[in-house]
DNA sequence: TGAAAAGTAAACTGTTCAGTGTAAAATGGA
DNA sequence: TCCATTTTACACTGAACAGTTTACTTTTCA
């Protein structure tokens, strides 16, 4: 033992984890037989099944992991002081970009992919997702406090943003209808988006 | 032959085509071996063969049938005596049940199950879809020409409509997150579009 | 009635794949 | 050097599944 034994095995590990989250990524669960994982990640199958008992343990091992990673704080906090436009817009440019980056995309391709025929499994992930409060809901709500909105339901607006977002920045990427946003594309999108939900509920 | 024979053979066919239908649906298309589907057709495999000689043909067949019967004609023309409001609830209306009808569902799932590791395929598809001209883009382009909306980007306008009706009508359904919407989520949900839509861009 | 068309049952081929067993080899610390 | 841990190579099992073959039966209709 053990310092060093544990160091090559570890970095065994690493390299099992960083091909598995390439190739899921690529071929997807189905698509990647663990013999092919194997030579992937340089190492024997039995190496594999010494770190993970079950193919299933390896794939929620990288969704997690992914999933970790891919977790950014989207950090921006009601000012009564300033226009609520440069604040909505600084906001959902942030969820945006998130929500296009290749990161993203990539969890939710495999996670999909392999949660597609199990909804119980997907929605019980899903729901853990969901009970966390965005900024976004702690914006609308403060400036709902602060009398520069008017809406009567909370959710129903935030799943109109949230609609509007990966109407445009999400599904289409996911399935590789669309290419990747540009910058332009970004800024366009949250414009008319905020451009939107001002008319609407800015009071 | 062969009038009769055409029949029995039609029954058969049928029964195929109605078993993968249901199958392909509830079990995906990789959930759902030909053997399990003969049994489940109450016919020989060998006939199930004798139909279709792959399973992408009967794959194919099967999500172009239902593709077909999902396609309704949804007719709203645009007529400028009357307020923009009934008539593009109406027409937003017909759009919301279209999508979350269980048929469009169904046939999504099963083309998403099918497709999803194949984008240029699915791309293709969806190209063929993309490419009429949707009665929400007339409807919009006349009350623009009638001076009564005003847009820079109809495309644009038509992603907004599009994503807000999906976001809350299809995604969440069709990975069965949220269950089948009512009549009364429907008028909702409707209403709300058509507030944020002409509140944005009716002149 | 008899020949053609269609269907059936069941075994079979060939492949892919998850997961296991094992014996030998590499690694690195004591 | 020796020992424990880990990795490796590789053969193997058992299952699933697409698609085929064959020998036989049923149906239809001319």
Same mark, same amino acid.
């Given at each position: 033992?053990? !310092? =060093?034994?544990?160091?090559? #095995?570890?970095?065994?590990? %690493?390299?099992?984890?960083? &091909?598995?989250?390439?190739? /899921?990524? $690529?071929?997807?669960?189905?698509?990647?037989?663990?013999?092919?994982?194997?030579?992937?990640?340089?190492?024997?199958?039995?190496?594999?099944?010494?770190?993970?008992?079950?193919?299933?343990?390896?794939?929620?091992?990288?969704?997690?992991?992914?999933?970790?990673?891919?977790?950014?704080?989207?950090?921006?906090?009601?000012?009564?002081?300033?226009?609520?436009?440069?604040?909505?817009?600084?906001?959902?440019?942030? !969820? =945006?970009?998130?929500?296009? #980056?290749?990161?993203?995309? %990539?969890?939710?391709?495999? &996670?999909?992919?392999?949660? /597609?025929? $199990?909804?119980?499994?997907?929605?019980?992930?899903?729901?853990?997702?969901?009970?966390?409060?965005?900024?976004?809901?702690?914006?609308?709500?403060?400036?709902?406090?602060?009398?520069?909105?008017?809406?009567?339901?909370?959710?129903?607006?935030?799943?109109?943003?949230?609609?509007?977002?990966?109407?445009?920045?999400?599904?289409?990427?996911?399935?590789?209808?669309?290419?990747?946003?540009?910058?332009?594309?970004?800024?366009?999108?949250?414009?008319?988006?905020?451009?939107?939900?001002?008319?609407?509920?800015?009071?």
């Amino acid at each position: 033992m053990t !310092e =060093v034994t544990r160091k090559r #095995s570890d970095k065994k590990r %690493e390299a099992i984890i960083q &091909a598995a989250t390439q190739a /899921f990524q $690529e071929f997807g669960v189905n698509g990647t037989s663990m013999d092919k994982l194997a030579e992937l990640a340089q190492v024997s199958k039995r190496t594999v099944y010494n770190h993970f008992s079950k193919k299933e343990e390896l794939v929620m091992h990288v969704i997690k992991e992914q999933w970790k990673s891919a977790l950014v704080n989207i950090g921006v906090e009601y000012k009564s002081a300033l226009p609520l436009n440069a604040q909505l817009e600084e906001l959902i440019l942030q !969820e =945006v970009s998130f929500t296009c #980056s290749e990161g993203h995309l %990539e969890l939710a391709r495999v &996670a999909i992919g392999h949660f /597609f025929y $199990e909804p119980d499994k997907l929605k019980d992930e899903v729901a853990q997702l969901k009970a966390q409060e965005s900024s976004l809901h702690r914006w609308l709500k403060a400036g709902k406090a602060d009398g520069r909105l008017l809406f009567d339901n909370l959710e129903h607006v935030v799943n109109e943003i949230d609609s509007l977002i990966k109407g445009q920045c999400f599904w289409p990427q996911l399935f590789k209808i669309e290419d990747t946003l540009s910058d332009d594309d970004k800024r366009r999108i949250t414009d008319n988006i905020v451009a939107l939900v001002l008319c609407r509920y800015a009071n």
